[in-house]
């Protein structure tokens, strides 16, 4: 039997095992206490893992949710390709208005956001459908709905369509 070479990672293994658990943790302790109150050490407590793997792993809990979020979307928040623009993003916009209804997950989220303005990570177009959603339950503190999600993706089409170049600024 061959055997593995060094810092090669086995799916399934001990690592998967913790990933599952501490992003378990994640999600219990941001249902419970939001953003405000979550942090790595409690997430660590809960999932029976030392703070330093969290650490390690994941840099942080901005680190620890960015992850939580991309396991998220690639699992619940499919991203349609029906050949048209304006459905597809219909589609996808309402299917992230939809995700927010989740306590944790809006936690998680407003996290992520706050990480994106410093850093300016997220992709344009992405930025543009979800901008509108997000300033609705984030800043203006309503709860988005079917019709914000339709003109989010509008909005985004039509940028995408006119090639509506980026001035991003650095904060």
Same mark, same amino acid.
């Given at each position: 039997?061959?055997?593995?070479?060094?810092?090669? !990672?086995?799916? /399934?293994? !001990?690592?998967?095992?913790?990933?599952?658990?501490? $992003?378990?943790? +994640?999600? &219990? =302790?941001? %249902?419970? &206490?939001?953003?405000?109150?979550?942090?790595?050490?409690?997430? %660590?407590?809960? +999932? /029976?893992?030392?703070? *330093? *793997?969290?650490?390690?792993?994941? /840099? #942080?809990?901005? #680190?620890?949710? +960015?992850?939580?979020?991309?396991?998220?979307? @690639?699992? =619940?928040?499919?991203?349609?390709?029906? #050949?048209?623009?304006?459905?597809?993003?219909?589609?996808?916009?309402? =299917?992230?208005?939809?995700?927010?209804?989740?306590?944790?997950?809006? +936690?998680?989220?407003?996290?992520?956001?706050? @990480?994106?303005?410093?850093?300016?990570?997220?992709?344009?177009?992405?930025?543009?459908? *979800?901008?509108?959603?997000?300033?609705?339950?984030?800043? @203006?503190? =309503?709860?988005? &709905?079917? %019709?914000?999600?339709? !003109?989010? @993706?509008?909005?985004?089409?039509?940028? %995408? !369509?006119?090639?509506?170049?980026?001035?991003?600024?650095? $904060?």
């Amino acid at each position: 039997m061959d055997a593995e070479p060094p810092g090669t !990672r086995r799916p /399934g293994g !001990r690592t998967a095992r913790t990933r599952a658990a501490v $992003l378990r943790a +994640a999600i &219990s =302790e941001l %249902a419970e &206490s939001g953003y405000a109150g979550t942090t790595v050490e409690r997430i %660590a407590a809960r +999932a /029976g893992v030392a703070k *330093t *793997t969290i650490y390690r792993r994941w /840099g #942080g809990l901005n #680190g620890l949710l +960015a992850d939580l979020m991309a396991q998220y979307a @690639a699992r =619940e928040i499919p991203v349609p390709d029906t #050949g048209h623009l304006d459905s597809d993003l219909r589609a996808l916009a309402r =299917e992230i208005v939809a995700s927010l209804q989740h306590p944790a997950i809006r +936690a998680a989220f407003g996290s992520i956001v706050a @990480a994106a303005i410093q850093d300016q990570a997220a992709q344009e177009v992405l930025q543009i459908v *979800t901008a509108q959603i997000y300033y609705r339950l984030f800043i @203006a503190g =309503e709860q988005p &709905s079917q %019709a914000v999600a339709d !003109r989010a @993706a509008a909005t985004a089409a039509a940028a %995408a !369509r006119a090639n509506v170049p980026s001035h991003r600024r650095h $904060l």
